[in-house]
């Protein structure tokens, strides 16, 4: 089946048309400044690429039109018509405690999804937007799946997903850890087991997502029993530049000092924090390599306190689950960069991980990266969302 998926943000829109029988990438690409001067971007095998500026694109239906004028061109389009693209399945950001799962879009789960614009008061408005945009330009009877980044993590026990918070604020307004990257985690994780030769049921992983943003899973059994990040994609580890987990009382004491509003100190805590707010360098892990090599020592510190970090949720994790039998890791630092795979790796000997220094030398594709006698295995699988959402997406529509 041929899956338009779409990645709606505020101002702009990822797209890939993938076939889910080959799991082949046909198409794909960027829609950015939308309702601002619209650029537009389109690639696919062996046709000609497209990188355009000042795009007429006042809002999300402009840019889905754009995609499918782009998809269907006689000379540089992968598709004969409209008709060819059998349904569309759109990551959306929070899905609440009411999906678990992906759903096929109606009027009831658009009623639920505004119902869950609270919790992702920035996200889900574009998605919901994305979603408006292809009902209008390819019509009501081209089926449509939400696939949820929460939904794979719902599956936390209330030990896991608990704050300890007056008991109300869960019950009355929801304030629970949700998690995140849940498309991603079950990617991998699906993957791990089949690399492995062993059902997924009778395997404990650790499931490192470690990219601008990052977020570690307990998978269990298949299933996620805890994750890193919490309410919001703030919490958990040190990020490209979101603080991750920190005292919350040092809140009160910096907005005090500096006179800032909430809203101010959460810029804060969003945009200048993590390694970069540590280095004063880059939230690009590639540069702080670089500084850090050249004796920046807050460059080298912020990479210890990422791999610290992650090496602590390891050991975290695998005690919650009394045991690991796989560690994965993924993402543009998981999957590219040896250096922090090595230091997160460093010292977990005695839980029974052993790296293979020659094997960790390797970007980008699936591969066992711990030594054969390792009673843990490590491995490197690329993540590929857009493949999730595709297989979800023709299962359902
Ligand atoms: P996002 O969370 O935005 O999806 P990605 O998973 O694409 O992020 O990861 C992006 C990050 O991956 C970059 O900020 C960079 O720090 C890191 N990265 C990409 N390539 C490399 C590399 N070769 N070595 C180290 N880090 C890399």
Do not use: W
């Not at 198409?27 to 990188?51: H, N, Q, S, V």
């Not at 985690?185 to 087991?193: D, E, F, I, L, N």
């Not at 990020?239 to 919350?248: F, I, N, V």
């Not at 690009?284 to 990479?303: Q, V, W």
């Amino acid at each position: 089946m041929k899956v338009l998926v779409i990645n709606a943000g505020s101002s702009s829109l990822k797209y890939q048309l993938l076939d889910t029988n080959t799991q082949e990438v046909l198409a794909k690409g960027l829609c950015e400044r939308i309702g601002i001067d619209g650029k537009f971007t389109y690639k696919a095998p062996g046709k000609e690429a497209i990188d355009a500026k000042d795009v007429a694109m006042p809002t999300h239906s402009e840019a889905i039109q754009a995609v499918l004028d782009a998809l269907v061109d006689p000379a540089n389009g992968v598709v004969g018509s409209m008709q060819e693209i059998e349904a569309v399945g759109h990551r959306v950001v929070h899905g609440g405690e009411t999906f678990a799962s992906s759903v096929k879009i109606d009027d009831k789960v658009m009623a639920a999804l505004e119902e869950c614009i609270p919790l992702a008061p920035l996200h889900n408005p574009a998605n919901i937007t994305g979603i408006k945009a292809c009902t209008k330009v390819m019509g009501p009877d081209v089926p449509q799946v939400a696939v949820f980044d929460t939904a794979f993590h719902q599956t936390m026990p209330p030990v896991a997903y608990t704050y300890a918070l007056p008991y109300e604020y869960y019950e009355q307004d929801k304030v629970r850890r949700y998690g995140f990257h849940g498309t991603s985690h079950k990617y991998v994780t699906q993957r791990a087991a089949d690399m492995l030769g062993k059902p997924i049921e009778s395997l404990k992983l650790i499931s490192c997502h470690l990219g601008n943003g990052s977020s570690i899973a307990a998978v269990c059994h298949g299933k996620s029993v805890d994750t890193s990040m919490g309410f919001t994609p703030l919490a958990g580890l040190p990020m490209g530049t979101r603080s991750g987990d920190l005292d919350a009382g040092i809140l009160e004491f910096l907005m005090n000092k500096y006179g800032m509003d909430i809203k101010e100190m959460l810029n804060v805590l969003n945009k200048k924090s993590g390694v970069q707010g540590v280095s004063g360098v880059s939230s690009d892990f590639r540069d702080l390599g670089s500084a850090a090599a050249e004796g920046n020592t807050r460059a080298a510190l912020a990479l210890d306190m990422f791999s610290y970090g992650v090496k602590k949720y390891i050991g975290a994790y695998a005690a919650a689950m009394g045991g690991v039998d796989a560690i994965i890791f993924t993402a543009g630092v998981g999957e590219n960069d040896a250096q922090q795979r090595m230091a997160i790796a460093d010292r977990l000997e005695f839980m029974g991980v052993k790296m293979d220094a020659d094997a960790n030398n390797v970007r980008g594709k699936e591969a066992i990266i711990s030594a054969i006698d390792s009673k843990v295995k490590v491995l490197l699988i690329p993540t590929n969302e857009e493949l999730m959402i595709a297989l979800d997406t023709a299962a359902l529509a």
